[in-house]
T-cell receptor, first 114, second 111 residues
Framework: EAQVTQNPRYLITVTGKKLTVTCSQN?????MSWYRQDPGLGLRQIYY?????VTDKGDVPEGYKVSRKEKRNFPLILESPSPNQTSLYFC???????WGYGYTFGSGTRLTVV | LAKTTQPISMDSYEGQEVNITCSHN???????ITWYQQFPSQGPRFIIQ???TKVTNEVASLFIPADRKSSTLSLPRVSLSDTAVYYC????????????FGKGTTLSVSS
């Protein structure tokens, strides 16, 4: 089944403790992206990647890092999480970044930073 | 980038047809209109996309008038499981790197 898999689904952590949220897709998509979703603010892009070793900032990249060493994986790294990074995170992939219909989203990771 | 306006919320009953209208007065010539559905705590899911006139798939229909300044997502005979947020998207961000989600329409279906 074609899918984007995120792990973990739920995570509670403490301020400053480094964490990684994994994202993997099995569709051989070149484009991958991370979004966060907050009440009243909607979905906002954090980082995106056009292909292996090609990443760039989205609208809200502060406090996050990403890497794209393999086509299928696009982990989101929080080096020093803070409470304002408490949010619902989604990874998405697409065969082409501009194909609005082609985005497949993961099931989400709900992160709480205390 | 065309701004979209859609109702914040709608209520319906099982078995009814639901029409959600989205206005996008500044749509560009090469913009497609795309609708996504999102259930609570799940990622958005593509429903349908169109450019003009009418598009139908197994889930919904999309009606787009000739001037393309609005579009209507039609969900036939909704069920409780159609309760979700529906997003109307027009085009993509200026850099061509991200979908732009507005606030969407929260559809509540009751029995």
């Amino acid at each position: 089944e074609a899918q984007v898999t995120q792990n973990p689904r739920y995570l509670i952590t403490v301020t400053g403790k480094k964490l990684t949220v994994t994202c993997s897709q099995n569709m051989n998509h070149e484009y991958m992206s991370w979004y966060r979703q907050d009440p009243g603010l909607g979905l906002r892009q954090i980082y995106y990647s056009m292909n292996v070793e090609v990443t760039d900032k989205g609208d809200v990249p502060e406090g996050y890092k990403v890497s794209r060493k393999e086509k299928r994986n696009f982990p989101l790294i929080l080096e020093s999480p803070s409470p304002n990074q408490t949010s619902l995170y989604f990874c998405a992939s697409s065969l082409h970044r501009s194909w609005g219909y082609g985005y497949t989203f993961g099931s989400g990771t709900r992160l709480t930073v205390v | 980038l065309a701004k979209t306006t859609q109702p914040i919320s709608m209520d319906s009953y099982e078995g009814q047809e639901v029409n959600i209208t989205c206005s996008h007065n500044n749509i560009a010539t090469n913009d497609y209109i795309t609708w996504y559905q999102q259930f609570p705590s799940q990622g958005p899911r593509f429903i349908i996309q169109g450019y003009k006139t009418k598009v139908t798939n197994e889930v919904a229909s999309l009606f787009i008038p000739a001037d393309r300044k609005s579009s209507t997502l039609s969900l036939p005979r909704v069920s409780l499981s159609d309760t979700a947020v529906y997003y109307c998207l027009v085009g993509i961000n200026q850099a061509g790197t991200a979908l732009i989600f507005g606030k969407g329409t929260t559809l509540s279906v009751s029995s």
